[in-house]
Structure formats: C-alpha cells, structure tokens
C-alpha cells in the first residue's frame, strides 16, 4: 500500500478519480476536515484512528493519511506511446517531457508539479529507472501526480522515433546547447531532461534534433534539473503566447 500524508497531495487525488482504498483520521484539525468532507462526497471510506498507527504508517502524517492502491497506478497512466499520438490526431500545439534517468523522487516531484503547471501533454519515462517513491512524489508535486499523464517504456530511443515520425522536434536540456530563446520550440516538441549529475545519455543526446540551453551568470556549473524543467517550459508556454 502507499500512504500519501501531504494536504496538498491527498486532496488532489481525490479530485482525480483515481482509486484510493481509505482516509485514515487521528486528530482531525480544520483543514483535515475538509478532505474528510471531499472524501465522503467521493465515496472513500473514512477510518478513525491513532496517532500511534499513523506514526507507524508515515513519519510525516499531521494527522491525516490516503491509503491509496500500489505505486503503478499514480497519475494518468497510458499504457501506449502509440495510443497517445492516436489521441492526438491533427493537434499541433503538443508539448511532452521525456526523463532520462531522473532517480531523486524530489526533483522527478518537482518536475511533474512544473508539467502540470505549463500543460505538458505527455511525460515519458524509462522503466525501472525512474525514482518510484509515490509517497515523496506526490508529496512534493503537491498532488500534481495524480494529475499529470505518464508513459513508461523500456526503449527511450524508440519512444524518440516514434515522436519523431509524428512530427515531433526533439531537443535536449544540456549546458553546451544554444539558448533556448534562439529555439523555436512551437508545435510538436519534446524536451529531454537528463539525469541529476549525468546528463542526458549519449544515445538519446544523438537522437535530440538540438540541444538547448538556460543563460547563467552565478558560479556553479548548473540548475538543479527539476529548476531547469520549470525554466523551460516556461520558455516553451512564453513562445506560443507570443504566436498567439
């Protein structure tokens, strides 16, 4: 089972549909009442409890925890890349992330906060690779996981040929690329964010059509990458406002 503790994180799945077994109470304040009120209009079993049980569960639980169903059904799961750009069908204006090797559950959090925040359609990442912590992610996405739609596959180059035969440009998040701004990244785009420290992989950095950039001026060699996803998307959402 996964115990999400976050007001944030056990409000928005509730919100989503998605399933969730039970809402565990202790000491209820005013605002644990009101998902108390949100769940019973949800059909979710309420179960009175004691702290006692809650600090078994989870080491951060302010009184209130979802009992939610295994790790694989966080967030808006599609099994098929194939079944997403069907979906699409004549759209132009697509916008998908694609994580390589983000294994930090805070920043892959961050990072799907900042998806939900700039509309990114899609989020594909790699099997098994991935930071699997559905606690910490929706805790630090703030409930965004339970929103944002995501892809797993065991093949990020082919996923990458499967966008590309489908009109997508893929760029790559790199410190040596051009600046962003210098891009067009309108239309069907897709942005790689590579793994804390590592980069983005050498493989999947020759598949990139380019590799973009964020100017910097301060010491250090980098943003964090979940800051750097936010950067530029953003980037992304300013370009298209303008066309509009």
């Not at 179960?47 to 639980?61: F, I, K, M």
């Not at 967030?75 to 699409?88: A, M, V, Y």
Request: one cysteine or more; aromatic letters at 6%; hydrophobic letters at 40%.
């Amino acid at each position: 089972m996964i115990y999400l503790s976050g007001f944030h994180a056990i409000e928005e799945r509730i919100k989503s549909g998605l399933p969730s077994r039970c809402l565990l109470i202790a000491k209820p304040g005013p605002r644990a009442r009101e998902i108390i009120k949100l769940a019973q209009e949800h059909k979710i079993p309420i179960n009175r409890t004691g702290t006692a049980e809650l600090d078994r569960l989870s080491a951060d639980h302010r009184g209130i925890l979802l009992e939610t169903e295994d790790e694989k059904q966080e967030g808006g799961q599609i099994t098929k890349l194939e079944d997403f750009i069907n979906e699409l069908g004549e759209q132009k204006e697509v916008l998908v992330v694609i994580l390589d090797e983000i294994t930090d559950p805070h920043n892959y959090g961050a990072i799907l906060r900042s998806c939900d925040q700039f509309g990114v359609n899609m989020v594909i990442t790699r099997k098994r690779r991935t930071a699997k912590y559905a606690e910490v992610i929706a805790n630090t996405s703030a409930g965004a996981s339970a929103w944002v739609s995501a892809i797993e596959t065991a093949n990020l180059s082919r996923a990458i040929e499967i966008l590309k035969d489908n009109g997508f440009w893929i760029y790559g998040a790199d410190m040596e690329g051009e600046y962003a701004f210098t891009k067009d990244l309108r239309g069907r785009t897709a942005i790689i964010l590579g793994g804390e420290g590592s980069g983005i992989t050498r493989i999947l950095k020759e598949s990139c059509d380019a590799l973009i950039a964020i100017p910097k001026k301060g010491r250090l060699d980098s943003l964090n990458v979940s800051v750097a996803a936010g950067v530029l998307l953003y980037e992304v959402i300013r370009q298209r406002a303008k066309k509009n």
